[in-house]
């Protein structure tokens, strides 16, 4: 039993796993209303966009960069669909898959920037994300997309018993991703440059080749993520995106992805990305003061990944 | 699709046509051969707080001011984002522009004082449109929604349309604007009136992003559905998302009141989901507000200081631009109600609150 519970401890994620079985049990003790099954969908639902913001972000944490332009990236494509399928008359069955080639797009803008120039991922994202938000202004003058098909509107709100619909999207993402960063060449190499850039270009990795990928498929799973929030709000807003930078960075790097590059965790992403849903599902249920939301949130965070180090250190895997 | 390129080819060659027709008189114009008389050359900016759907009746207003009143220029500019640096920086750079005069949404209602203070030292007249700034202030006056009124009185619908028992929910917008406390004030007032018929459940706050206000209001419905009676929300887009939650939910037992007029709210009112809205007036405020203005700014008229102003916590110097309740009897002419409500404030303006040569 206890070498069960030893080798539990070894896996990196453990404490994030052992943080949300305590979590639920307590909210589930707190609040009947926990485990029903509307507040299960509630939950599930919040979990999609989020999680592929979270991997958006973890691809390029992988290489060693980062991407800032994230969320203003994800508002572009958001409003670029809408505007599309309301105001062009364009199928849905065109549109989405052109928003996310735009998504895609200005992800590959993006690493061949930093490719070409030299400077640094994130003064070049930070950069773009002003440029991508200012072009979603200057469409929108803020003003959201409203009329959207309707088939993509039940798609983010249908479910069948907890199950939302809109959780088949992250569940394809995320066994591809872990597909391809285990099992694929690129995927290999982009770990491979994350971890030690000099060794990998020695053994004849392309370096910046694998850079433009990492920021490309962070510009297509930002798209994704954007189609999904429009789906889930059933308008294109410009707001979209607008508080994805936070969680971009927290779900990864709670998760155990290395902000040097070359380690990163689906799994660990994945249930960084539960946590955080349940942690904020709690504050509601728990009717926490609104003015001490934030505070209780942040030390909730800081606590799991606290847990997590602290079994790390324990079992001599830090 | 193709109505949408019939569309935009009409709009090309409208602006084609404007184009040219602008470039010959401002040529003609140039050299003396036309002088087109306006009745003002003040130049006035109204400046929201940043991108936001609210003040969008802004530009039109402005466009109908510019027209109505004879001013040589009424532009609406928007920060890049809702900063305050930005949106100080904007009103500096057109000032420097030469604008005379200055609508301004304080979205700091206290960090945009020095602005203002910047503004009066240099002979231009600002006020503060839809919200607030704090006093001390140089702001002329405050023309806007009384948070505090308006919220009260939709409580009090709201408890109406519950038939004045049960439980309910404040959906309240960010934490940091002053005027997310004088509604929550204004949300218990009216809960503590019915003598422990109503109760306030909880309020829900900070939910004025679209992603965190889905996440939390659906949250709350899942948990305590059963024990909601009714729900009041006092930010635009909670307002908006607890419409769409109720109509995903297809419950009608919960009453509920917004805030503003967004197609996603009115449409939830017609079906039935959502009892009602309190309107706001943004249009009459950037429209009155550019009027007064351009009086300000020609010098002709100064602020009456023994007017009638509503005195509120934020300001001495308050005119309330007016609310009103929409509901499925006046859908579809609430849009006449508050042009009437505007065309009263802005006759009776000069009279009331200036003093004119």
Redesign the interface.
């Known amino acids: 039993m206890n070498s069960l519970l030893r080798r539990f401890l070894m896996v990196e994620w453990s404490g994030i796993l052992a943080a949300i079985i305590l979590g639920s049990a307590l909210l589930a003790w707190l609040s009947p209303a926990f485990l029903t099954e509307f507040n299960i969908y509630v939950m599930l639902r919040s979990f999609c966009v989020a999680l592929l913001v979270g991997f958006a972000q973890m691809v390029t944490l992988a290489v060693g960069q980062m991407n800032i332009s994230v969320g203003a990236l994800g508002g572009l494509v958001a409003v670029l669909a809408g505007g599309m399928m309301e105001k062009l008359g364009v199928p849905m069955i065109l549109a989405i898959p052109a928003a996310i080639a735009i998504g895609a797009l200005c992800g590959l803008l993006n690493g061949v920037l930093t490719e070409r120039t030299g400077i640094n991922g994130f003064i070049i994202t930070l950069a773009t994300a002003s440029a991508f938000t200012g072009i979603n202004l200057g469409i929108t003058q803020s003003i959201p997309f409203y009329n959207m098909p309707p088939g993509l509107v039940a798609f983010g709100s249908d479910r069948f018993f907890a199950f939302p619909y809109l959780m088949i999207a992250p569940i394809i993402a995320t066994i591809l991703l872990g597909l391809f960063l285990s099992r694929t060449v690129p995927g290999r190499h982009l770990l491979a440059v994350g971890g030690n850039p000099h060794a990998a270009e020695l053994s004849g990795i392309s370096r910046g080749r694998i850079t433009i990928l990492a920021h490309t498929l962070s510009g297509t799973l930002a798209a994704c993520a954007a189609i999904l929030a429009v789906a889930q709000l059933g308008s294109a807003q410009p707001t979209i995106g607008s508080d994805w930078l936070l969680l971009s960075f927290a779900a990864p790097i709670i998760g155990g992805a290395a902000l040097t590059g070359g380690h990163v965790s689906v799994l660990g992403t994945t249930l960084a990305v539960i946590l955080i849903a349940l942690i904020e599902n709690g504050m509601v249920l728990a009717k926490v003061d609104p003015y001490w939301v934030q505070f209780v949130l942040g030390a909730l965070i800081l606590a799991a990944v606290w847990l997590n180090r602290w079994r790390a250190v324990k079992t001599g895997t830090d | 699709?193709v109505?949408?390129r019939e569309e935009f080819m009409k709009l090309l060659c409208d602006a084609i046509r404007g184009l040219a027709a602008s470039s010959i008189l401002a040529g003609l114009a140039t050299f003396g051969v036309v002088g087109l008389a306006q009745a003002s050359d003040n130049k006035i900016a109204l400046i929201p707080g940043g991108?936001?759907?609210y003040?969008?009746p802004w530009?039109q207003a402005a466009a109908d001011a510019k027209k109505d009143f004879g001013i040589a220029a009424v532009d609406f500019k928007?920060p890049?984002?809702w900063k305050l640096n930005l949106q100080t920086e904007l009103v500096e750079s057109l000032a420097a522009q030469g604008y005379t005069a200055f609508g301004i949404f304080p979205g700091d209602a206290v960090g945009i004082n020095s602005t203002m203070t910047e503004l009066k030292d240099s002979s231009i007249p600002s006020a503060a449109l839809a919200g607030c700034a704090q006093d001390p202030t140089d702001a002329a006056f405050c023309l806007g929604t009384d948070v505090y009124n308006s919220a009260y009185l939709g409580t009090k619908e709201l408890i109406k349309a519950m038939g004045g028992k049960g439980a309910i929910v404040h959906l309240?917008g960010l934490?940091v604007d002053p005027n997310t406390t004088l509604r929550v004030k204004a949300v218990e007032t009216a809960v503590g009136e019915t003598n422990g018929e109503v109760t306030l459940l909880?309020?829900?706050?900070?939910t004025d992003?679209?992603?965190?206000a889905?996440?939390?209001i659906?949250?709350?419905?899942?948990?305590?559905?059963d024990e909601i009676g009714g729900m009041i929300a006092t930010g635009y887009?909670p307002s908006v998302?607890a419409s769409?939650s109720l109509r995903?939910l297809g419950d009608k037992r919960i009453k509920f009141i917004g805030i503003d007029d967004d197609?996603?709210v009115l449409e939830a009112i017609k079906d039935g989901f959502v009892a009602g809205t309190m309107a706001q007036n943004p249009y009459g405020q950037g429209y009155i507000g550019a009027y007064v203005l351009d009086l300000l700014a020609g010098g002709g008229c100064t602020i009456k200081e023994d007017a009638t102003w509503i005195e509120t916590p934020q300001t001495k110097r308050f005119i309330d631009s007016g609310t009103l309740v929409i509901n499925a009897d006046n859908l579809t002419t609430y849009k006449d109600d508050l042009k009437k409500v505007t065309t009263d404030i802005q006759s009776s303006f000069k009279d009331k609150y200036l003093t004119c040569k």
């Open positions: 699709m109505l949408a991108p936001h759907p003040f969008a530009e928007v890049q984002e309240a934490l909880q309020t829900v706050a900070d992003a679209q992603e965190a889905d996440q939390k659906n949250a709350l419905l899942a948990a305590q559905k887009i998302v769409k995903t197609p996603i």
